[in-house]
């Protein structure tokens, strides 16, 4: 079946650093893809989305591009700090207005 | 706002024991879920509900039951505990905006393991 998943399952990072999470996808019926972030013993929290129809969206500190010719989404974070670090999940919703399929994540671990 | 609760955060449950995750959100929200995560995977959905008196099944739903009679609570049943639902579960809920609807609101989880 078609899924979501991520290259790299571990990312190390010094701090202030730019870190960059990469995520392969297969479903073309999806409309938009997500990243969220969870932390050592709580839920996912949601970062940023991105419509199918972009190739760029910004946030404060994140930018995800969509690569829609090679199926790769990526999160780029700017000036990685230690409270960036935790697990990051890319997420596409499938072209379903509910149901979202969350790819198996990164670990980002910064280092002071 | 509280948000999502779940509890309870912690449950050791024998093999064909039954119990209740319960969760309940306080944002009006009409979508709710139910999530496992495994060690070192991602999250699996296992049901959902677009509304009170509307539940759905996803993609692991074997093992487990859920209702929703009110917007606010979306309660998760095992009926017979088995190994394989070692796991931690998250209830999440989100607002249903159309196709944008992929901001969930998850809460704390609930960590369970089946001995």
């Known amino acids: 079946g078609e899924s979501v998943g991520l290259h790299l399952p571990t990312l190390s990072v010094q701090e202030g650093d730019n870190s960059i999470i990469n995520c392969a996808y297969s479903n073309s019926a999806s409309d938009y893809f997500i990243w969220y972030k969870q932390e050592s013993g709580k839920g996912p929290q949601f970062i940023i989305d991105i419509r199918s129809n972009m190739d760029k969206r910004q946030g404060q500190r994140v930018t995800v591009l969509l690569n829609k010719t090679v199926k790769h989404l990526s999160l780029q974070i700017a000036a990685t700090q230690p409270g960036d670090s935790a697990v990051y999940f890319c997420?596409?919703?499938?072209?379903?207005?509910?149901?979202?399929?969350f790819g198996k994540g990164t670990l980002l671990t910064v280092n002071p | 706002n509280a948000g999502v609760t779940q509890t309870p955060k912690f449950r050791i449950l024998k093999i064909g024991q039954s119990m209740t995750l319960q969760c309940t959100q306080d944002m009006n929200h009409n979508y709710m879920y139910w999530y496992r995560q495994d060690p070192g995977m991602g999250l699996k959905l296992i049901y959902y509900s677009v509304g009170a008196g509307i539940t759905d099944k996803g993609e692991v739903p074997n093992g487990y039951n859920v209702s929703r009679s009110t917007t606010e609570d979306f309660p998760l049943r095992l009926e017979l505990a088995a190994p394989s639902q070692t796991s931690v579960y998250f209830c999440?809920?989100?607002?249903?905006?159309?196709?944008?609807?992929?901001?969930?609101?998850f809460g704390q989880g609930t960590r369970l393991t089946v001995v």
């Open positions: 999440a809920s989100s607002y249903g905006t159309g196709r944008r609807n992929t901001e969930a609101f």
């Open positions: 997420a596409e919703n499938g072209g379903s207005n509910y149901k979202l399929t």
